[in-house]
């Protein structure tokens, strides 16, 4: 991905935030940006071009895959939207 110039950007669960095993590697990666909201759920959302992962980590999780450029763009908003509330 760096290669490319693409940088991932990652909202964590507040309660994760301090968690060295899960978001380490994140927080000190240049080409990640992370931020917390604080929100408890087990789901992500994942999005990349005109593709939608949806993922539900259940004891089995569960993936919903949506190809949709209406779609995508859809989530890319909520996404800014979480984005720009969520903490540092």
Not at 29 to 40: A, G, I, M, Q, T
Not at 42 to 59: P, S
Request: aromatic share 14%; charged share 30%.
């Amino acid at each position: 991905m760096q290669k490319k110039g693409f940088k991932t950007r990652i909202i964590f669960n507040e309660n994760l935030r301090g968690h060295k095993d899960r978001t380490g590697f994140y927080e000190t990666s240049k080409v990640h940006e992370v931020r917390y909201l604080n929100n408890d759920t087990f789901a992500e959302i994942n999005f990349y071009k005109n593709v939608v992962l949806f993922i539900l980590l259940l004891r089995k999780p569960l993936v919903i895959r949506i190809t949709s450029r209406e779609a995508a763009d859809s989530c890319k908003k909520f996404f800014d939207t979480l984005w720009g509330i969520a903490k540092e």
